[in-house]
């Protein structure tokens, strides 16, 4: 069975600081990685998408994937309290739907 | 791009009434639609996929003569929760992946809050 790993936290960061979310995945035929944020009682919302190993960054935003490790991670600089939500780790092997992982609740503390 | 919409945007109905939520691709068209079920505080449930012209594939513990799923065309998918019950209430998402590009990438609609009395 497919799976995706997150720590559901809290992740709790000061204003400011840069938040690492983290996420392992079991197949190790993934070919597509995800990021959505997810704000209470809205739905996911995508940040961010990443294929190849190595960084991707986005404004404040950087995902890096390490497909050897089977591991992604999310990296969001200069944290703000509006970045305060529930992220969601999703992969995909192929023509399939998306694996999601619990998600990470981030807290961004002003 | 790539927006997704639902309607409605939530629901109050009597037990045994049935419900129909609407997912619609505003700016693509969408070879398969998802369908999400999200109770308070838990992660995402996939209930089922939906392509275009095709009977949907339900995900298994999840009921296809309870919730049907009709996706008529390539931006048009509906949800219909049949004779709803209480535990039925949930917070029901569909998402869409765009045909143009050879991508997973799922876009999510804003969701449909159903409670049912």
């Known amino acids: 069975q497919k799976e995706v790993e997150q720590n559901s936290g809290p992740l709790s960061v000061p204003e400011g600081a840069i938040a690492s979310l983290n996420c392992t995945y079991s197949d190790r035929g993934s070919q597509s990685f995800f990021w959505y944020r997810q704000y209470s009682g809205k739905s996911p919302e995508l940040i961010m998408f990443i294929y190849s190993n190595g960084d991707k960054e986005d404004g404040r935003f950087t995902a890096q994937l390490n497909k050897a490790s089977q591991y992604v991670s999310l990296l969001i600089r200069d944290s703000q309290p509006s970045d305060s939500a529930t992220y969601l780790c999703?992969?995909?092997?192929?023509?399939?739907?998306?694996?999601f992982g619990k998600g990470t609740r981030l807290s961004v503390i002003a | 791009g790539a927006v997704v919409s639902q309607h409605p945007s939530w629901v109050i109905c009597k037990s045994g009434t049935s419900v129909k939520i609407e997912c619609r691709s505003l700016d693509f068209q969408a070879t398969t639609m998802f369908w999400y079920r999200q109770f308070p505080k838990q992660s995402l449930m996939l209930m089922a996929t939906s392509n275009e012209g095709s009977k949907a594939t339900y995900e298994q513990g999840v009921e296809k003569d309870k919730f049907l799923i009709n996706h008529a065309s390539l931006t048009l998918s509906t949800l219909t929760v049949t004779s709803a019950h209480p535990e039925d209430s949930s917070f029901y998402i569909c998402?869409?992946?765009?045909?143009?590009?050879?991508?997973?990438?799922?876009?999510f609609g804003p969701g449909t809050r159903l409670t049912v009395l």
């Open positions: 999703a992969v995909s092997s192929g023509n399939t739907p998306l694996v």
């Open positions: 998402s869409a992946r765009d045909r143009a590009f050879s991508t997973d990438t799922q876009y």
